[in-house]
């Protein structure tokens, strides 16, 4: 876990890091396709992150609004980007994704 130690140490090093809302994106990927972390367990370290006082992110609601959707079994992803819309007052995210459609952010297009 030399990775991890790595970004621990780096956290406590730091009084400020910007977490760009993408990074938490490409991060549980990793975490599910690389390392098989379920989401749940992925979801409550992501919670832990964001309330550390050096942590800043953009839309930090909607960040939190992924998560909770990520919770309840939709892809992370697809809930991020359909919340960040959202906060840019979208009416609606149109997708051809069935899975992302389920969101009540997304309109399905069809194919």
């Not at 991060?27 to 992150?49: D, G, I, M, P």
């Not at 550390?52 to 992370?76: E, H, K, P, S, W």
Request: glycine share 2%.
């Amino acid at each position: 876990m030399k990775q991890h130690q790595q970004a621990l140490a780096l956290l406590k090093a730091l009084p400020k890091i910007y977490l760009s809302p993408i990074v938490l994106v490409e991060t549980v990927w990793v975490l599910s396709h690389f390392y098989k972390v379920n989401a749940e367990k992925q979801c409550q370290k992501l919670r832990e992150l964001l309330c550390l006082q050096c942590i800043m992110t953009d839309n930090r609601q909607a960040v939190l609004n992924g998560i909770v959707d990520y919770t309840n079994g939709y892809d992370f992803a697809d809930a991020m980007i359909g919340h960040h819309n959202n906060l840019r007052k979208c009416k609606t995210t149109w997708t051809f994704d069935k899975k992302a459609a389920r969101l009540k952010q997304f309109t399905r297009l069809e194919k």
